[in-house]
């Protein structure tokens, strides 16, 4: 419930680039599909994110941030090419999606190999103190990249994503847990990603949302909702 409840404000970025960017579309349709793309990356991260924390962040879940950051540059270099060569737009998503899965294993293999054996507080070797630092450098260099001119509203959602996700985790939600309100943040989530897809049908919103929030509007499209 936490998780939905945080996904709405990180849309709001991209909802104010569609609204004032395209005329005529609806806005509770633009809201609805946007809200349920962002849930989808929201709720998972955030949940992982409460799980790590409750087990005091073991070094398995040190490795994926790490393999994570380490594939934020390669990443980012690889679909600035792509976009500047490919103009088949779902091709290219398409493309960058293997691409992003193949680099994201490789670097998250190599991190768990560096990292993954490392008890919390231990002293690092100086191969681990470098490997260390290129993750930081790569995140820190994707992070300058985005910050381009033509890239920075793609950079402002995906931080409001990644702020979104650390809440979901970091905030305690009144009340005590339960099957039964497991069961209404389910049933919850179920009608809001139920009416985002229905939401969709306009062709006009879906070529909106593509190319004035492609990074919140990406966990539907790369599912093949409204293509």
Same mark, same amino acid.
């Not at 040190?62 to 060569?85: C, H, I, N, Q």
């Not at 691409?99 to 054996?117: E, H, N, P, Q, V």
């Given at each position: 419930?936490?998780?939905?409840?945080? *996904?709405?404000?990180?849309?709001?970025? $991209?909802?104010?680039?569609?609204?004032?960017?395209?005329?005529?579309?609806?806005?509770?349709?633009? @809201?609805?599909?946007?809200?349920?793309?962002?849930? &989808?990356?929201?709720? +998972?991260?955030?949940?992982?994110?409460?799980?790590?924390?409750?087990?005091?962040? +073991?070094?398995?879940?040190?490795?994926?941030?790490?393999?994570? $950051?380490?594939?934020?540059?390669?990443?980012?270099?690889?679909?600035?090419?792509?976009?500047?060569?490919?103009?088949?737009?779902?091709?290219?998503?398409?493309?960058?999606?293997?691409?992003?899965?193949?680099?994201?294993? &490789?670097?998250?293999?190599?991190?768990?190999?560096?990292?993954?054996?490392?008890?919390?507080?231990?002293?690092?070797?100086?191969?681990?103190?470098?490997? @260390?630092?290129?993750?930081?450098?790569?995140? $820190?260099?994707?992070?300058?990249?985005?910050? $381009?001119?033509?890239?920075?509203?793609?950079?402002?959602? &995906?931080?409001?994503?990644?702020?979104?996700?650390?809440? @979901?985790?970091?905030?305690?939600? +009144?009340?005590?847990?339960?099957?039964?309100?497991?069961?209404?943040?389910?049933?919850?989530?179920?009608?809001?990603?139920?009416?985002?897809?229905?939401?969709?049908?306009?062709?006009?919103?879906?070529? *909106?949302?593509?190319?004035?929030?492609?990074?919140?509007?990406?966990?539907?499209?790369?599912?093949?909702?409204?293509?």
């Amino acid at each position: 419930m936490c998780g939905l409840v945080c *996904s709405l404000p990180a849309v709001v970025p $991209a909802l104010l680039r569609v609204w004032a960017g395209s005329a005529g579309v609806n806005g509770v349709a633009a @809201t609805l599909a946007l809200w349920g793309a962002a849930s &989808l990356v929201v709720v +998972p991260v955030g949940v992982w994110v409460r799980r790590a924390r409750a087990v005091g962040m +073991p070094a398995a879940d040190r490795a994926v941030l790490a393999g994570t $950051a380490l594939s934020a540059l390669p990443l980012a270099l690889f679909g600035g090419v792509l976009k500047s060569t490919t103009h088949h737009r779902p091709l290219g998503g398409a493309t960058f999606a293997v691409a992003a899965l193949c680099a994201l294993a &490789l670097c998250i293999g190599l991190s768990f190999r560096f990292l993954g054996g490392l008890s919390r507080g231990a002293v690092k070797s100086p191969w681990q103190n470098l490997f @260390t630092l290129g993750c930081g450098l790569s995140l $820190a260099g994707a992070l300058l990249l985005g910050s $381009a001119r033509a890239t920075r509203p793609s950079l402002v959602d &995906l931080l409001a994503l990644g702020v979104a996700s650390v809440a @979901t985790g970091l905030v305690k939600w +009144p009340g005590s847990p339960g099957r039964s309100r497991l069961a209404v943040a389910i049933g919850g989530w179920a009608i809001l990603l139920a009416c985002a897809v229905v939401s969709l049908k306009s062709p006009q919103l879906v070529r *909106s949302l593509t190319t004035q929030a492609p990074v919140s509007f990406a966990p539907l499209s790369w599912l093949g909702v409204g293509s």
